[in-house]
């Protein structure tokens, strides 16, 4: 079933586990991501980026979702990740996504909080929850999302930010990187912790990829309710058809794109099981 991305962080955060938000781009990744959390039985968030909207029938891939949704138990929640435009807010929210992210951290803090502010007042009024983000998460090896300059959260800004905008979820800048790292994860725990203790609201972990295991388990104590992966998945999904690229057969697109769900799930199952667990 869809539901509410507020409701089911909410839960998390009381339970003290995460839950993963995977980027999709077509049938495969969303049936694979929906498949691993049935069989694991947890929920599970699909994301579809603001980036991929010139490319992406938004309105049949959000039906198609809420179909998925409703054969499965464990719940399931639609999320416009990395948003800058309100344009395409309006949009999600009126194709029956069930969150989502405005990305404001370009800004500086009180440009981040009037904007922020309109878009949680449009967006609470249909029932749907908001992501923002204060610093900003830097872009590492394999990804293509746009380049941030690494700034760090500041717990009392992001204490203001959250009183003034009224947001459900914050992405907090810690370290950690989109895409897989250059050379050693430098994430700052300690500061995570006082972001928790400044702003209460459930938080949010960019750049899954890559992350240590153990650095993801403190997170979640430390109040991590979300994490978003999208390189680790795209990379299993790339090598296995490049593999098939190699051999040189003429295989069927229906046979490819089959195997290259399969391919992908194992990553995806790693993410869902390690965020799930105590
Ligand atoms: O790349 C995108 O379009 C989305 C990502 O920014 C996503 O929000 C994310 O944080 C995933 O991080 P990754 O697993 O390190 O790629
Ligand atoms: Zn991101």
Do not use: W
């Not at 992350?211 to 994490?227: F, R, S």
């Amino acid at each position: 079933m869809l539901v509410n991305t507020k409701e089911m962080l909410t839960q998390a955060q009381q339970g003290q586990y995460a839950v993963a938000a995977f980027n999709v781009y077509n049938l495969e990744t969303a049936q694979a991501a929906i498949q691993v959390s049935e069989r694991a039985g947890t929920p599970v968030i699909i994301a579809l980026g603001e980036r991929y909207f010139p490319t992406v029938d938004v309105e049949g891939f959000a039906a198609m979702i809420k179909a998925m949704a409703e054969k499965v138990k464990v719940p399931v929640s639609l999320h416009l990740d990395h948003a800058y435009e309100k344009e395409s807010i309006i949009r999600a929210i009126r194709a029956g996504f069930t969150s989502v992210m405005y990305d404001g951290s370009k800004y500086d803090l009180e440009q981040n909080i009037l904007f922020t502010k309109e878009i949680v007042e449009i967006a609470h009024m249909a029932g749907v929850s908001v992501e923002a983000e204060i610093g900003s998460v830097a872009r590492g090896a394999f990804s293509d999302e746009e380049e941030g300059d690494g700034t760090l959260t500041d717990p009392e800004s992001a204490k203001a930010f959250v009183a003034e905008t009224n947001v459900d979820f914050l992405a907090a800048a810690i370290g950690t990187v989109h895409g897989m790292y250059k050379g050693e994860p430098k994430i700052d725990l300690a500061l995570l912790e006082k972001i928790r203790e400044a702003v209460g609201i459930p938080l949010v972990l960019h750049g899954g990829s890559g992350t240590p295991d153990a650095v993801l388990k403190k997170a979640i104590e430390l109040g991590i309710c979300k994490v978003n992966v999208n390189t680790e998945v795209s990379m299993a999904a790339v090598s296995y058809l490049q593999t098939c690229i190699e051999k040189q057969q003429m295989a069927h697109l229906s046979t490819i794109m089959a195997e290259m769900q399969q391919a992908l799930e194992p990553v995806m199952t790693k993410f869902v099981r390690l965020l799930s667990k105590k």
